[in-house]
């Protein structure tokens, strides 16, 4: 059959809060024109993150109720440990309440001031917590990352040329090196097998380890299969297994490919690095045989780790993110491509080409969306990237003016994507009134959050 549906069937429902466009008129300003200030129970759609917005299968949910809440040595964490020690291989396991625990764990005890951590991309919070300690967070992305439209399939890969040159000119002072899968900064764009083997044999040259970030390592594992020459035949599990092998250790965000609302983990092989991670993890997470999660969240993220690695449900959820990517190229909208296996990029600037950047198209592009429909987006361009220029005056702009569409778990089917199409497609026939817009209040860092806008024409 031509359809790919939906590896699943509904037994719990949760009503979707339909308003009419005056309503949205009215709610958008009263959240000061920032879809972020809106309440979740305003939204139709919610496509602002696929961070933690999935939903749990029966089998999560009846995992829940075997949550045994011992403080220590539980048996919960017991499978929990097993079940990762599965896919991973690695020898020391830490369960954290995020990822950005684990990273932070991982930041304080590993590095000094001035160290330098190679990533092909980081994202947000791994580059906090690497900047906290006085550390430099350096992104080498491949040079296809830069270009929006290139059809390139591993375009999440390092760039081994830059890897070597930093090497060389650092190589003593690069406590470990980083790999992000798929790579979310870069446009969740996947890291194929054979760039994670040259990006190691790089670093054992030095001996510097390789980290990797695991958040979205089972779409990764798929992008492999389905792209990657010898990798056809492989089940999800097996490629999962073969990339942790040639890693020192991972940071995850059980919020991604966990399948899990909440939870993270850290692991590594080597022990004296596991005792640093482990006293830290005590004073600041808890004991290590919960980090900072219930019994009940060890086991739900334990199931949630192997459905995240069947074929049936990453197939699924890659038909879909093409399965719009398709409808939106068809209808002129510029999307980057290919898409990425969590969200798909809306090109603002492309799409609004009457709005200048210091316009903030993407913000135009987000509130036509929610205005239309009552859909959720997150602007990626000058509001959360931009820098104030040195000498005051206009800021300098980000390199691309992006809105994500993220794709949440198992939560919404192939009907609410047809409507998010039609409310495209209303929005693309109308682009030359997408507006621009003014910031009238924002805050020192992170201004995106909680920033107010006003139209600017
Ligand atoms: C979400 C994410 C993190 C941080 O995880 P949290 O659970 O949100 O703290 C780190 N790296 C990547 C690539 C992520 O997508």
Known sequence: ????????????????????????????????????????????????????????????????????????????????????????????????????????????????????????????????????????????????????????LFKGNMDLGKLEQLIEAEGGNIPFCMLTVTNNTGGGQPVSMENVRSVKDILNKRGVPLIIDACRFAENAFFIKEREQGFADRSLLEIAREMFSLADGATMSAKKDGLANIGGFLACNNDSWADGFRNLLILTEGFPTYGGLAGRDLEAISVGLLEALEQDYQRYRHATVEYVASALISR?????????????????????????ASDYPGIGVVNALYLEGGVRAVELGSVMFGKPAPGGGEEIPAPHE??????????????????????????????ASIEAYRITEQAPFLRHFTAHYERAG
């Open 1 to 152: 059959m031509r359809t790919i549906i939906e590896p699943f069937r509904i037994k719990m429902t949760e009503a979707l809060p339909i308003t009419t466009r005056s309503e949205r008129e009215a709610l958008l300003a009263s959240a000061f024109n920032n879809v972020f200030l809106l309440d979740a129970d305003h939204v139709t759609i919610d496509l602002l993150t696929d961070s933690g917005t999935g939903a749990m299968s029966d089998r999560q949910w009846s995992a829940l109720m075997l949550g045994d809440e011992s403080y220590a040595g539980s048996r919960s964490w017991r499978r929990f440990e097993q079940t990762v020690r599965e896919i991973t291989g690695f020898k020391h396991i830490f369960p954290t309440h995020q990822g950005r625990a684990a990273e932070r764990i991982l930041a304080a005890t590993r590095l000094q001031k001035g160290n330098v951590v190679p990533n092909n991309g980081h994202f947000d919070t791994t580059r906090a917590n690497i900047e906290y300690v006085g550390a430099v967070a350096t992104d080498l992305p491949s040079t296809e990352a830069r270009e929006l439209q290139s059809e390139k």
């Open 332 to 356: 002129d909208i510029p999307i980057v491509r290919p898409a990425g296996g969590h969200a798909i990029f809306i090109d603002a600037a492309a799409f609004c080409p009457h709005l200048r």
């Open 402 to 431: 992006l809105v994500r569409l993220a794709f949440p778990r198992r939560v919404y089917t192939q009907s609410h994507f047809d409507y998010l199409i039609e409310v495209l497609d209303a929005i693309g026939r109308q682009r």
